[in-house]
């Protein structure tokens, strides 16, 4: 951070006044983001006695109390964690020049951070479940990767150097429409003999087990979620000319929560539901906390 800020309010060789005027202008902008480690929570939905009352899995499902009610939300918690990424950013800005020291703008910029990584779907306590242990062959999930829409509004505060370089902070406040590209696959273990969660008082217990075992639980969706969001910017222009500058920005932005939701694309190797009819599909929700970016772009600006 004391080399980043050494560089910003470094004086020059050059020599130009900096403008004292009221101006419009318009700014493009594009170099790379890096962000943030992921720590993902989806939540299930449960409250049917999960595969014990799947038509699909046990024949004899009607005959069973706790399978007459309600789907209710509940379920299962899954744990996924996701390491660092970078990508490509690029944006642009129409803004005004109060004074020679003030200026506020509108930005619009695009980012992609392709993860492209397959994690373990651990438990809340940062480990594999003892049913995850012995009933489950493969639980994992692929983050392709996190995309953005962001629409931001800025104060820049400018540093007069007394040269052509003019070093700059600003805060924005703006939101993301941001896509999440992901995939998961549970499967469980070919040996019925493993799958502990059917009850043994069952009539058809084993029949249950045996129907039940080397099934997959799997989706490849799109999540999308708007999110407030938060930046911190710096940087510094070099007058080309009286209405063109060339320079660098840089920004921290912090995100909101993200919720995501969604239907499995297949529950226990058949259609996403309990009941043959279609109904009491298998939803999930997820919350991503804590999604921040780093940013550096090479910015053109040009005075109206």
């Keep these: 951070m004391r080399k980043i800020l050494s560089v910003l309010f470094v004086i020059p060789l050059f020599t130009a006044p900096a403008p004292t005027h009221a101006q419009p202008y318009f700014s493009t902008g594009f170099g790379m983001n890096a962000a943030s480690r992921l720590e993902s929570m989806r939540f299930g939905t449960g409250g049917l006695g999960g595969s014990i009352c799947d038509e699909y899995i046990n024949p004899r499902y009607d005959e069973l109390p706790e399978c007459a009610g309600p789907l209710v939300p509940g379920g299962n918690v899954w744990v996924t964690l996701f390491d660092r990424a970078a990508g490509v950013l690029g944006g642009t800005a129409f803004g005004y020049r109060a004074a020679s020291w003030i200026r506020g703008e509108l930005e619009y910029y695009y980012r992609e951070s392709p993860y492209d990584q397959t994690s373990l779907i651990m438990r809340p306590?940062?480990?594999?479940?003892?049913?995850?242990?012995?009933?489950?062959?493969r639980a994992r999930e692929h983050?392709?990767?996190?995309?953005?829409?962001?629409?931001?509004?800025?104060?820049?505060?400018?540093?007069?150097?007394?040269?052509?370089?003019?070093?700059?902070?600003?805060?924005g406040v703006g939101v993301s429409s941001t896509d999440l590209d992901n995939g998961r696959v549970l499967t469980r273990t070919l040996d019925p003999a493993a799958l502990t969660n059917v009850p043994d008082h069952l009539p058809n217990a084993e029949e249950i087990r045996r129907i039940l075992a080397g099934t997959t639980t799997m989706v490849m969706t799109t999540e999308t979620d708007t999110m407030a969001a938060y930046q911190l910017l710096?940087?510094?222009?070099?007058?080309?000319?009286?209405?063109?500058?060339?320079?660098?920005?840089?920004?921290?932005?912090?995100?909101?929560?993200?919720?995501?939701?969604?239907?499995l694309d297949q529950l226990r190797s058949h259609p996403p539901n309990y009941r043959r009819?279609?109904?009491?599909?298998?939803?999930?929700?997820?919350?991503?906390?804590?999604?921040?970016?780093?940013?550096?772009?090479?910015?053109?600006?040009y005075e109206i």
């Design 125 to 137: 306590s940062g480990e594999a479940s003892e049913r995850t242990r012995s009933e489950l062959a």
């Design 143 to 171: 983050v392709y990767s996190l995309t953005s829409h962001n629409l931001f509004g800025n104060i820049y505060f400018d540093f007069d150097s007394g040269s052509r370089f003019t070093p700059y902070l600003g805060l």
């Design 234 to 263: 710096f940087g510094t222009d070099l007058a080309l000319s009286e209405p063109v500058s060339l320079g660098f920005k840089g920004r921290w932005v912090w995100h909101g929560t993200f919720r995501g939701s969604g239907v």
């Design 277 to 301: 009819d279609g109904s009491i599909p298998l939803r999930y929700k997820r919350t991503i906390e804590g999604i921040q970016i780093v940013g550096v772009t090479v910015e053109l600006k």
